[in-house]
């Protein structure tokens, strides 16, 4: 992307968010926000499902990033021929 076509970008996207009203950039729950019972069992289910999904998507990248590690260990360690440590079966040594 050129350097005009990202000002002109940076320049719609502040234009756009100058002109949004407040009530558009909140959650009716969240913008009006009170201490009641519910508010609270909201709030704590958020964080769970938060802490649920940070979870999950740092086990698969663990489990990735083993994978790769690895595959990267089995590529630079050379792997033992066939042969090796039985000279009967070393070309021209068959019987």
Known sequence: ????????????????????????????VCFQFDASPVTKGMVTAVIVLVGVTVSVLGAFAAFVRRFALNEAAMVAEPRPSINSGRPELVEGRNP
Do not use: E
């Open 1 to 28: 992307m050129s350097r005009d076509a990202r000002r002109i970008v940076a320049i719609a996207v502040t234009a756009i968010g100058a002109a949004t009203p407040a009530t558009l950039l909140a959650c009716p």
